[in-house]
């Protein structure tokens, strides 16, 4: 990823944006677009830095590079690419503060009590065949060494087979427990001697947070205190790509699966906050509105970003499965009736590719539609999700 190169498309972009304004007047959509343009600008140039109110008109732009309808020179950067960028950029204006976060990804068991906000939600009891499918070709094409599936309870996978077909395989989540019975449950015990588990966060975070939002809201003295001093832990996120890591093994997997772990990883940020909000009897649903629900959006899209860094670096062949977007629908069966909201963007994103930076070889890639329970638990509705993979 050239951030010099991405940087330049703002600046073309910018000034391409500033001379349609002055030909034609103007239009709100017009200014807000330049507007957002000269943040980018300033954020690339060290002056600021990102915030979450600039994701949405960050993804139309890099949604319109990559959509063929510029001239080349503007580049096809992605999404992903843009965040990757825009973190340089942060590290240089940080350059001369002290570091406030570290990659954590070990959960020491003392610190499990404060963490019930980020366990993984159970896994649907029956994969999609998609699903499988997907895992078994990337299974075929990878070296028969090592193995790794991170979030390893986040979806049902064929791990009796995986199991099998490699010399060693390691499966990681938070829930340890959870992870023993899933290998007694799914894996004949002749085999289980491959098997290593290991109680790893993904995003190295969680228990920083914890213990961040824990700090910020026992000092407070009413909620907006406490709010703007969670704003300023949200806002100081300064851990790098380059650090994000898979498992405590140095060497690279031969293979690395992360199926329907992506969109999950930031869901606890928020279910976080709320819990402690709420033991001081403060309004907890203060998350979903700003200055709160911008910063840990782009938190979110931050270790999202990360995690997908890691499986590049850190394995032969990576696997990525996750849903993109979701829409509930009303009725009880498997064909459901009407719709019951628009759909909601679980990435940022409309498409996965979207999230993968330039460096990224795709493969294979699948694409399909899931129809499950909703997430809300609401027996009469039913949830479609597109869920979509990638072979790099």
């Not at 975070?205 to 909620?223: H, M, R, S």
């Not at 990360?306 to 009303?330: D, G, K, N, P, Q």
Request: charged share 25%.
């Amino acid at each position: 990823m050239s951030r010099v190169g991405f940087h330049k498309s703002v600046r073309m972009f910018r000034k391409f944006s500033e001379e349609t304004l002055r030909r034609s007047g103007g239009s709100p959509m017009g200014r807000e677009g330049v507007a957002a343009l000269t943040a980018f600008d300033a954020v690339l140039k060290g002056e600021r830095l990102l915030d979450g109110t600039l994701l949405e008109p960050l993804g139309a732009f890099t949604n319109l590079l990559q959509s063929g309808q510029l001239p080349p020179e503007f580049g096809d950067y992605s999404f992903g690419d843009a965040l990757l960028a825009f973190e340089e950029a942060h590290a240089e204006l940080r350059q001369s503060d002290e570091q406030r976060w570290e990659f954590e990804p070990q959960l020491p068991a003392e610190k499990l009590s404060a963490l019930r906000a980020f366990l993984p939600e159970p896994s649907p009891p029956v994969a999609p065949p998609e699903l499988t499918e997907c895992v078994l070709e990337a299974m075929r094409a990878a070296k028969p060494g090592a193995a790794v599936v991170v979030g390893s309870l986040r979806a049902p996978l064929p791990l009796a087979k995986l199991a099998a077909h490699f010399e060693r395989i390691t499966l990681s989540d938070l829930d340890l427990p959870a992870l023993e019975e899933l290998v007694r449950r799914d894996i004949p015990e002749a085999l289980r001697g491959k098997v290593r588990l290991e109680r790893y966060d993904v995003t190295g975070t969680y228990v920083a947070f914890a213990d961040g939002v824990a700090a910020a809201v026992t000092k407070a003295e009413d909620q907006a205190d406490a709010e703007r001093e969670l704003v300023e832990l949200l806002q100081s996120y300064d851990v790098g790509a380059g650090s994000a890591g898979l498992t405590e093994a140095e060497a690279r997997a031969d293979l690395a699966v992360s199926a329907l772990v992506l969109p999950t990883l930031g869901r606890g940020y928020g279910v976080c906050i709320a819990q402690a909000l709420a033991s001081r009897n403060w309004d907890q649903t203060s998350v979903a509105r700003a200055p709160l629900a911008p910063a840990l959006e782009l938190l979110s899209r931050l270790v999202e970003q990360h995690h997908i860094h890691a499986l590049l670096r850190r394995a032969e062949l990576a696997l990525l499965v996750s849903a993109v977007s979701e829409i509930e629908m009303a009725g009880e069966t498997a064909h459901p009736g009407k719709l019951t909201g628009q759909p909601s963007d679980l990435l940022g994103v409309e498409r996965l590719a979207e999230r993968l930076p330039e460096s990224a070889q795709v493969k294979r890639d699948w694409s399909w539609e899931w129809l499950r329970p909703a997430p809300t638990g609401n027996e009469k509705r039913r949830a479609l999700t597109l869920v979509e993979a990638v072979l790099v």
